[in-house]
């Protein structure tokens, strides 16, 4: 039987080394010797002898913040050994190794696997206020090890040394000590150039020493802001679920 199908370019990657790599640009394959995270729904193809948990938003404190918030990732647990494969909608995934003293704050709905040894908690973005239908928090990861994002289209990687401005919406991740803020679009001279139709027009500023990736698509509006009854009904009880 003879198919370009069967290149070389589609045949299983192998590897001697486990953990997360790339099959292609839109496939993830974690060669599995222990565990890892994964979000819930994404596993299109396993090898081996493999389980998969479901884990919630990974912990009682996680799940109750996703509950409050709209944000977090709904994960399951894939452990054993053999060889797992991932995608989400044909999104563009992208490896990011995270190494100590690093600090990832990403859109939850960007992660698609990351390795157990990794920190992850749900964060309040700074300087957002109350005044947008985009999320108001985010993942943040810190420690060791190697997370899986996803993109819709091929991103740009913004270095940060002056002051940056990115459409909410389009912001993937940036590095978690840059200092966040909203301005409305108005007061930058855009008008109505910016934003959704579904909410008021604004961008996001970053500032500090570090990098934001955007997308070239933007995420329909979430979060706690595209919730505002649920968000003043439920303010008293966030508020002390996320003071650390």
């Known amino acids: 039987m003879r198919s370009e199908l069967f290149s070389a370019d589609n045949l299983e990657k192998e590897s001697s080394q486990p953990g997360l790599r790339l099959q292609n640009s839109k496939l993830l394959k974690a060669e599995l010797n222990g565990e890892f995270m994964a979000r819930v729904g994404t596993m299109v193809a396993y090898q081996g002898q493999v389980q998969f948990e479901a884990l919630g938003s990974g912990g009682l404190s996680k799940f109750l913040k996703q509950k409050l918030t709209g944000e977090g990732v709904p994960l399951m647990k894939v452990s054993g050994r053999g060889d797992v494969f ?8 992208h490896i990011i190794d995270i190494e100590p003293g690093d600090a990832l704050s990403i859109n939850g709905a960007n992660v698609l696997a990351f390795d157990s040894t990794l920190n992850y908690d749900i964060k309040m973005v700074q300087g957002v206020g109350m005044m947008s239908n985009a999320g108001l928090f985010n993942c943040v990861f810190s420690g060791y090890g190697r997370i ?51 909410g008021e027009r604004f961008t996001m500023s970053f500032a500090g020493q570090g990098f934001v990736v955007v997308q070239p698509s933007e995420e329909p509006p979430g979060g706690l802001a595209g919730a505002a009854q649920g968000q003043q009904q439920q303010g008293g009880i966030l508020g002390n679920l996320l003071g650390n």
Request: charged share 15%; hydrophobic share 40%.
């Open 86 to 93: 991932l995608a989400e909608n044909a999104a563009d995934i």
């Open 148 to 198: 899986a994002v996803t993109t819709k289209g091929t991103p740009v990687v913004l270095s940060v040394d002056q002051p940056t401005y990115v459409d909410p919406q389009a912001a993937i991740c940036w590095s978690a000590n840059l200092q966040t803020g909203y301005h409305r679009a108005e007061q930058m001279g855009l008008g109505t150039l910016l934003g959704r139709t579904t």
